[in-house]
């Protein structure tokens, strides 16, 4: 009866060597360019190809890939310069409101024209600076009980994307609120919570978890700055 022997582990350990020396000596096959034809490497379809096709092969795929990196890179930096633009624009409208009124009204306007915005909302948890925006009922004022439905948001002054809560787009939305499957709520105030802008739409991925929130964190500060005027300090 033949006995086996540690085979496995010298190829193992042979391998191991042939893989030290190469890393060592990187002009290995400079030196001994016959080898790059003669060395075969599998292919996962198909036959066996040299060394030198494969390696032909890799830097293909590398470069694919870094091509459609660059091309990511390139649309997401015209996709941000779109965005600025659009802020810059509605930063300009919101300037020339004289009003209460005003500000809301180019809110409900500009939200849809520059972000495609298919639902807005906007509640203001303080009262208006003018006894004559007391009436407007997006000044829901301190002791709105719905204001609890914001703690969360107001607490952590940061947006939040995804699909709004029941209560929040009821509260929001009114009788459109059905309508909206995504959404974006955004805290207004700096020192204090005062208020929240809600933009919604009916494409339930428009508006998801994931997304990054830098351009509404600026229409966030921007209608705070602009609103400020109208409240009570």
Request: glycine content about 8%; charged content about 30%.
């Amino acid at each position: 009866m033949s006995s086996q022997g540690p085979e496995p582990a010298r190829d193992e350990q042979t391998e191991q060597e042939v893989a030290d020396y190469l890393r060592e000596n990187p002009d290995f096959l400079v030196r001994h360019p016959e080898l790059v034809e003669e060395l075969r490497v599998p292919h996962t379809f198909g036959e066996a190809v040299s060394l030198l096709e494969y390696q032909s092969k890799r830097l293909r795929e590398e470069n694919r890939d870094l091509r459609q990196r660059l091309g990511d890179l390139v649309r997401n930096a015209r996709e941000n310069e779109e965005l600025s633009r659009r802020v810059h624009d509605l930063s300009l409208e919101v300037m020339e409101c004289g009003s209460a009124d005003e500000l809301f009204s180019c809110l409900y306007q500009g939200l849809p024209d520059h972000f495609g915005a298919e639902f807005t909302a906007l509640r203001v948890f303080t009262s208006p600076a003018s006894s004559w925006d007391a009436g407007l009922a997006e000044f829901a004022g301190e002791a709105a009980p719905e204001r609890e439905l914001f703690d969360a948001l107001l607490s952590s002054a940061r947006p939040l994307c995804g699909s709004p809560g029941r209560d929040q787009a009821e509260y929001l939305f009114g009788e459109q609120a059905e309508e909206v499957e995504s959404g974006a709520l955004i805290p207004l105030g700096r020192s204090s919570p005062v208020g929240v802008l809600a933009i919604g739409s009916r494409d339930p991925e428009r508006y998801s978890s994931s997304m990054g929130t830098v351009f509404l964190r600026q229409i966030g500060a921007l209608v705070t700055r602009a609103l400020e005027r109208h409240l009570t300090h």
